[in-house]
């Protein structure tokens, strides 16, 4: 009986590439990286769009929207930072 042709997909190890085929497709830890920096980038665009709008009437919740999407952009980039760092330990 042979095998699911993706059997060895089902749980890679940390860090470990997924290989589809015989191409190699990105490691767990670089998708984790591309990830948190878009989310960082994303979160300090809508934080500096939402300040923008405060001005606006009603836009005392504008303000506060940016704030906290300020706050959880350098929480994600503290975030990184410790996660860059414990990748060069190991």
């Known amino acids: ?14 860090g470990e ?7 190699c497709a990105v490691s767990i ?12 980038v994303f979160f300090l665009f809508y934080a500096i769009w939402e300040i923008r709008n405060y001005p606006a009437p009603g836009g005392t919740w504008a303000l506060v929207r940016g704030i906290i ?17 414990s990748l060069k330990l190991r």
């Open 1 to 14: 009986m042979r095998a699911a042709p993706y059997a060895a997909l089902a749980r890679p190890s940390v």
């Open 17 to 23: 590439a997924i290989r589809v085929g015989e191409r």
């Open 29 to 40: 830890r670089t998708a984790h990286k591309i990830l948190i920096t878009t989310a960082i």
């Open 69 to 85: 999407s300020g706050i959880a952009a350098c929480g994600l980039g503290i975030y990184l930072r410790y996660f860059l760092k």
